[in-house]
């Protein structure tokens, strides 16, 4: 077995070696004031190229809630002087893609291309209005509210979506990540297209941009679709600054719901995307609730009683502290026993860490599945992103491996004695028991 797992890691050394020495990335400022990330891939004719923002939910407040995702929704919904429709049959006549990413944090939008003369400058021309002269057609706008408010009134009668709306209200208070990031149904009607074209101007400026770009082209095209992507952008860096989240105060809300099961949330402020704990937690969690059967937590909620199917918890780390949250679904007449014993399995795990077995194989189980997580250009591309829009070090996939491998016991107990306080969890039941 010894001889085995040292065959495996060095399987591993070898590939990461590989795959980051023929992939490197390559970092600059456009004249504009963007930062650019980018790695050359000649293996496929495509292109990737994705723009982010500071322009996620955490910019609204509450009375316009909704707005920053409204901004984002309509960048390719008509712009240049091409309408929706336009747009999309222009896209399809080259087979590329638009698609975008939001949350707390950062607003995107992402092309994928053939990298042919013909169909990339086509689908760069078209990106380059979405991005830099988007219309919010007023009439557009009008349909996109009501078909955002029709969801948001269904998904307020859903027990998931009331459990994690009121979860996140509990857990940050006034603080902007406690905002839905689609708004709600009274702040989305209130929406005047003024909202979108201010908040379009202020935060959607070349300076705040990270132009991430993967594929068949050289550094030079690279630096030069760069530039044209952003150049007409404002050249004013926003003013705008995320309060520290501080910790909540401890509180569980039981809801009343017809649903035949109770659905389980608890959490806690957990940690920054920069922060020097980031791997400790990474595989501590793993040993708690993120490495699925694995797991503490659904060994002993699922394997060992059968009080749930499933049960995870998982770090989103954010440019402030994101949430650490543990949830299951269980029947509703033991839901008050699955929830105690989820809080003396995260007490107990806090207190004392975890063992050595379980961190040796949480390590192989992390390091073996890592190879996936970049198997391909869409998923290197979204760590491009991430690396750029929160100032990363550019040898962060490089040093992935190396970093799971260093974490020990005592790291572990150290860092969620540090970041995570059993007892001033904030905990919402949805479909409580019926107390007669």
Known sequence: MHVMRLIFFLFLGAFSQWAFAALPIEHWQTPSGARVYFIESRDLPILDISIDFSAGSSTDTR?????????????????GGLSEDQIAKALADIGAQLNSHFDQDRAG?????????????????IFRRVIQH????????????ARATAGLSEADTKPGNIADRTLMKMLYGSHPYGLRGSG?????????????????????????????????VSRAEAEAIAESLTKALTQEKSAYSLPDVVAPVADTKRIAHPATQSHILI???????????????????????????????MEEIRQKRGLAYSVHSQFSPLRKKGPFEIGLQTRKDQSEEALALTRKVLADFVAGGPTEKELTAAKQNIIGSFPLR???????????????????????????????????????????????????????????????
């Open 63 to 79: 009375e316009k809630s909704g707005r920053a995702a409204m901004t984002l929704h309509l960048l390719d919904l008509g712009a």
């Open 109 to 125: 939008i992402a092309l994928r291309t053939l990298s042919s003369t013909r169909e990339r400058e086509q689908a760069l021309d």
């Open 134 to 145: 988007p219309e919010f057609d007023a009439k557009v706008m009008e349909r996109e509210k």
């Open 184 to 216: 709600e149904i009274d702040s989305v009607s209130a929406l005047q297209r003024e909202d979108l074209v201010n908040l379009y101007r202020s935060l959607y400026s070349a300076p705040d941009a990270v132009v991430s770009i993967m594929g068949d």
């Open 267 to 297: 959490a806690y402020p957990g940690l920054r995307r920069d922060d020097p704990d980031y791997f400790p937690l990474l595989v501590g969690n793993h040993i708690l609730g993120g490495g699925a059967f694995t797991s503490r937590l």
């Open 374 to 436: 970049i198997d391909s250009n869409k998923k290197i591309i979204g760590y491009l992103a991430m690396i750029g829009f929160y100032n990363l070090p550019l040898t962060y996939l490089d040093d992935y491996v190396k970093s799971v491998e260093k974490v020990t016991v005592p790291r572990i107990k150290e860092a969620f004695q540090r970041r995570i306080n059993p007892a001033g969890m904030v905990t919402v039941v949805v479909g409580a028991e019926d107390k007669k």
